[in-house]
């Protein structure tokens, strides 16, 4: 008769378990989504949007050639091939 007392206090325990590392997790993925969401933002803004007081999150106009330019500076090509074979080594 002990065990059938105990089972439903097990399972609200459980829930409550649950719904904390929910909202532990939601939290967590907040504060790693704004930063990120920021950073994609930034890459179409222009430099002097970039260093604009007081910040917008929103940049006037999209700028694509940013894209293009870092591909062709940084050797960007190279780069993803490292990362491609790297990738495919570990797994």
């Known amino acids: 008769m002990g065990m059938l007392q105990t089972a439903p206090s097990q399972r609200r325990n459980q829930r409550i378990g649950d719904t904390l590392a929910f909202i532990v997790l939601a939290i967590g993925s907040i504060f790693w989504l704004i930063p990120f969401l920021w950073m994609v933002m930034s890459s179409f803004k222009t430099l002097p949007e970039i260093y604009q007081y007081p910040p917008s999150f929103f940049p ?22 490292n990362s491609i074979f790297i990738s495919v080594a570990v797994v």
Not at 64 to 81: C, E, G, I, K, S
């Open 60 to 81: 006037r106009y999209l700028m694509w050639p940013n894209y293009v330019d870092a591909w062709q500076r940084m050797h960007f090509t190279q780069f993803f091939t």
